[in-house]
């Protein structure tokens, strides 16, 4: 049996979860904004990845993964949360596979950050195991997406040149500063 003071706490843990998931969710749209193209890859550099590595930091595994499960939502439903708009067709198009990799990314950043504790090191080691997943399954989507648009498949050489190589350094820079500002964003949000 629940007690009403147990009962109070729990509610308010719950609804402290959604907010925190929601505040990512929303972080994840606005990364989304920061962003730019490059022009020999129809998938541009976003301030995104960022956003899903400190998720996945922050809120650990299962609430990272629910909030860019809850990202993901929100762009198929329409709204406007993705670099190309909103839509279930933007997660058909060339940057789908990195879309739909988020939830999967935050999940092993958190699963990292736990198992390895709260040092430099592990937070570093996470958001290179997220960016490492992020591009295997933007990679894979990129090469079948290619091969259905241009009704051909292209070579590895080109998948990577388009979809992976031109994206390291953007995305070692995001993993450090996600690994500077998770330490700091745990201790004030005190999530898990």
């Known amino acids: 049996m629940i007690r009403p003071g147990e009962r109070a706490l729990t509610e ?3 609804a402290v979860d959604i ?9 994840t749209a606005v990364g989304a904004r920061l962003s730019f193209h490059l022009p020999y890859t129809p998938v541009p550099v976003t301030g995104q990845v960022f956003c899903v590595l400190l ?9 990272g993964f629910a909030s860019q499960v809850e990202y993901l939502a929100a762009g198929a439903a329409g709204l406007p949360v993705f670099s190309a708009g909103g839509g279930p067709a933007v997660l058909l198009g060339p940057t789908a596979g990195y879309l739909l990799c988020f939830p999967f990314a935050a999940l092993a950043v ?8 709260q040092s430099t090191w592990s937070y570093a080691t996470a958001g290179l195991a997220g960016v490492a997943s992020i591009y295997l399954f933007g ?3 990129y090469t079948v997406w290619s091969a259905l648009i241009l009704g051909r498949p292209v070579g590895l050489a080109v998948v990577l040149a388009q979809s992976v190589v031109p994206f390291i350094a953007p995305d070692l820079v995001k993993a450090g500063l996600m690994a ?6 745990r201790r ?3 999530i898990w």
Not at 110 to 117: D, K, N, P, S, T
Not at 180 to 185: F, T, V
Request: overall charge positive; proline content about 5%.
């Open 55 to 63: 998720a996945g930091a922050v809120l650990g595994p299962r609430l």
């Open 110 to 117: 958190g699963i990292i950050v736990a198992r390895l504790g």
């Open 12 to 14: 308010r843990r719950i």
């Open 180 to 185: 500077a500002a998770a330490p700091s964003a």
């Open 188 to 190: 004030r949000l005190r």
């Open 139 to 141: 990679a894979s989507w």
């Open 19 to 27: 907010a925190a998931m929601t505040v990512f969710a929303a972080l």
